[in-house]
């Protein structure tokens, strides 16, 4: 069974840039899994950043982007703030209707 | 504004039934596909279920299957799901999500979520 992987976890100085990547471990990720991102801090509900690879959901600054790098989705965060400290979740669209969430990446600010 | 709201989570006992509830509102609620998200305390999220604008496709994660019912009323915009068989892995915060179109589509939109409790 294909698992959707994420870094666990990832730090990242205040003003600087990260990217966290989504990735399968048979295969390469494209466009036809309509990767997603969101992020969720504990006790709150997730909130989407990027659908459909590169989508900005509304709200979200365009610190965040979406890509597709090599084989792999990828959200990159630019100018990092404090409050960009959350857990950072990927879901890919695996074909027969199923979507399959990776085990999400704690992001530190420090 | 748009805005989802889950209700009818609670205690049940192993092998009971519970249905969720989700009220939408702000958009046109028979033209989105819709899911359900679950996560379970400490853990990550878990894709549940997915509904089509019009109800006519359905598709659920397998440790779910035939036990679980998507189900939505375009009339009242509101989305269900019908829990049966309930299992201790089954606990969880019982998320709904608005897809971005009316197909297959990820999500936007997320409510506050709903904890459902497995437990005797």
């Known amino acids: 069974q294909t698992v959707v992987t994420q870094e666990p976890s990832f730090s990242v100085s205040p003003g600087g840039t990260v990217t966290l990547t989504c990735g399968l471990t048979?295969?390469?990720?494209?466009?036809?899994?309509?990767p997603s991102w969101y992020r969720q801090t504990p006790g709150q509900a997730p909130r989407t950043l990027i659908y459909t690879t590169n989508t900005r959901s509304s709200g979200v600054p365009d610190r965040f982007s979406g890509s597709i790098l090599g084989n792999k989705a990828a959200l990159t965060i630019t100018g990092a703030q404090a409050d960009d400290e959350s857990d950072y979740y990927c879901?890919?669209?695996?074909?027969?209707?199923?979507?399959?969430f990776g085990g999400g990446t704690k992001l530190t600010v420090l | 504004q748009v805005q989802v709201v889950e209700s009818g989570g609670g205690v049940v006992q192993p092998g009971g039934s519970l249905r969720l509830s989700c009220a939408a509102s702000?958009?046109?609620?028979?033209?989105?596909?819709m899911h359900w998200v679950r996560q379970a305390p400490g853990k990550g999220l878990e894709w549940v279920a997915f509904i089509r604008y019009d109800g006519n496709y359905k598709y659920c994660e397998d440790s779910v299957k035939g036990r679980f019912t998507i189900s939505r009323d375009n009339s009242k915009n509101t989305l269900y799901l019908q829990m049966n068989s309930l299992r201790g892995e089954d606990t969880a915060v019982y998320y709904c999500?608005?897809?971005?179109?009316?197909?297959?589509?990820?999500?936007?939109?997320w409510g506050q979520g709903t904890m459902v409790t497995v437990s005797s």
């Open positions: 879901v890919l669209y695996m074909g027969s209707g199923i979507w399959v």
């Open positions: 999500a608005k897809g971005t179109s009316s197909g297959l589509s990820p999500f936007d939109i």
């Open positions: 702000g958009f046109i609620f028979s033209s989105y596909g």
């Open positions: 048979s295969g390469s990720v494209s466009t036809s899994h309509y």
